[in-house]
């Protein structure tokens, strides 16, 4: 198994502390590491170091590969612009193909947070087993535990595919982000999982699924092929990534797709999407402040997130709100205002702030 | 006439912004100056440099002499500790009443907010003609705008005395600061006025009072007087302080004298109590937001008061709140909460973070 991590995102949602140059998965946010750091760490009693590659932007590479020394420096794959998945992918699929053949690839982002490790690493494993003696696409689906609307939906049919006691289903439909009443029968089905976005395939499988469904996506990636390890190599990537239009995978490839299976998991997911839900993972004081080192003073305050370092914080009568400070921005939000982050940062891009985004 | 600035608050309801060594009158709060120089300059139109007293703590000796450059150092007197205002007032006697003989005494803080300053000179002038002929002691009573609880109110009675244009009533009663309903009762009646802490008053007639009032205190001020520009003097002062108590002019003589009349005035008035009576001053945007310089973006957020310095602050979703932050410290606090500022000095305080307070 080889292992793909997705992690050219811009995680704007974690503004101030995360930045252009500083996105959430090169982020220390909830424990120890950052997230990128925490996926290659549950990944390696599976995975070796050597067969673990990162796909990023140029201007995280050197950051990356100081985060993971034991990740070699041509495992970091450089894409000289963001154009969604499907291009991630196929670009490393070429990589794997040429070191080490028809492998099989884990496909994950960078940025999720989860629980139970082991469980995620079993799940992994039945999904590879699956993919190799099936020649299909797997995708791991959570139990949902709530009716959310941040995440997209994967509905599976009666039809069960097992290899062994890995047992997985026929993907039924796709489904985007629900709103809330939609998200509630979801939920009350039994039969919608949420897309989390690691997907699990044979190499060869999901080339063929390129040339099928994605043919102009193909015929670049299949120009890079022929100049991989060259002197010509960055040129044509350019060149080719130009050209092609961004598209994610589930789009371009999944939703189209015949032999697709979901597998699935309950192994405690959490994209970690806004500075909320990192206050509700955090530990809590019996007022539910979520407070940081340092010096504290709070009264009649509830319901907080405070990550302020290097000074005194003093709230009083406060409720629900989250305040993180860095070197250059302070922000204060409401807790359900937690999405609306991103406008903050849309605005300082069109103030012209880029020094602060 | 003699001014008396009494300078020696601790101003804890402006922390962080205040501090022991950066009382609320040695900063500018509000406008252009410090609230010590702004109350400086508004009696210089009526009251010579030389003839301005500035009664403080020793450790704010130095920064009032900077702030006050055409005082003459002489004027500023020190206390060894703070007593509360008699003491404070008495002692500024015997220096004024050595140097320029039997003046009148305009004593007032040096830390309140006066809009209409014409009319409050004009009312000082009137103050200070009704104090010379009668031998009476005058306060200023501000005409109560709301049913403040913040204030001690004063009743008048249907006593006039009058010198010429300059009318002052006799004071029925002095009342401690109100419950809402008692404050809602006194500003319907209209014979209440709030208690300004501005007084008038001849030297010889505050200290007859001393005499008959506060004894134990007019021994003190005598045994002072007596070694006054002598080299014993400071020695005298610290020995005279450690044995009085601490009592307020209000307690100690106002509420107990026979000759006291009040001056109605109304010349925008405002103890400047709290960051709340700040935000209610300061020029605010559409949504009520009253924010300092720098950058803010303001997503639905209103009803806040953001003094932050050298850095964004994003706010979203964020409503009645004051936000301050000094290089130590951030204040977050709701604004019907400002009155409890003082109760995290206080806690600071317990935990010794002296350098904090």
């Known amino acids: 198994m080889v292992a793909v991590i997705m992690a ?6 974690f503004w101030p502390k995360s930045k ?29 170091p050597e067969k673990v590659f990162i796909v990023c932007k140029q201007a995280h590479q050197q950051e990356i590969a100081r985060q993971l020394p034991a990740v070699p420096q041509e495992n970091i794959i450089v894409e000289p612009q963001g154009k969604n998945t ?19 690839m884990i496909v994950l982002p960078a940025d999720h947070l989860i629980e139970a490790e082991e469980n995620f690493r079993q799940t992994l494993l039945d999904a590879a087993k699956i993919a190799v003696e099936k020649n299909v696409l797997i995708t791991i689906g959570i139990k949902p535990t709530f009716p959310a609307t941040g995440y997209g939906y994967i509905q599976f049919s009666d039809e069960i595919v097992s290899v062994g006691s890995a047992t997985a289903r026929r993907v039924k ?12 029968v979801f939920l009350a089905s039994g039969d919608f999982l949420w897309n989390s976005g690691i997907f699990v395939w044979r190499v060869s499988v999901i080339r063929e699924q390129f040339e099928e469904h994605l043919p102009h996506l193909n015929d670049g990636l299949r120009e890079i092929a022929e100049y991989l390890n060259t002197p010509a190599e960055a040129e044509i990537i350019t060149r080719v990534y130009q050209q092609i239009k961004s598209i994610s995978i589930d789009y371009g490839v999944m939703e189209n797709a015949r032999n697709v299976l979901v597998l699935p998991a309950n192994f405690g997911w959490n994209d970690l999407g806004s500075w909320d839900e990192v206050y509700k993972l955090l530990p809590k004081d019996k007022d539910g402040n979520a407070v940081g080192e340092g010096e504290h003073v709070l009264l009649n305050s509830s319901g907080c997130l405070i990550e302020v370092a290097g000074k005194t914080v003093a709230a009083v009568g406060l409720h629900d709100l989250i305040i993180v400070e860095t070197e250059e921005a302070l922000l204060l939000c409401a807790r359900e205002s937690a999405q609306e982050v991103k406008e903050v940062v849309d605005l300082l891009k069109r103030r012209k702030k880029t020094n602060l985004i």
């Open 8 to 13: 050219g995102g811009a995680g704007t949602r």
């Open 86 to 104: 499907a291009p991630c992918i196929g670009l490393a699929a070429l990589y794997i193909q040429q070191r080490f053949g028809d492998e099989v």
């Open 173 to 184: 439909t796709f489904a985007e982000k629900p709103h809330l009443e939609t998200a509630r």
């Open 20 to 48: 252009e140059n500083h996105p959430k998965q090169l982020l220390q946010i909830i424990g120890n590491g950052t997230m990128l750091q925490n996926t290659v760490r549950r990944l390696l009693p599976i995975i070796p």
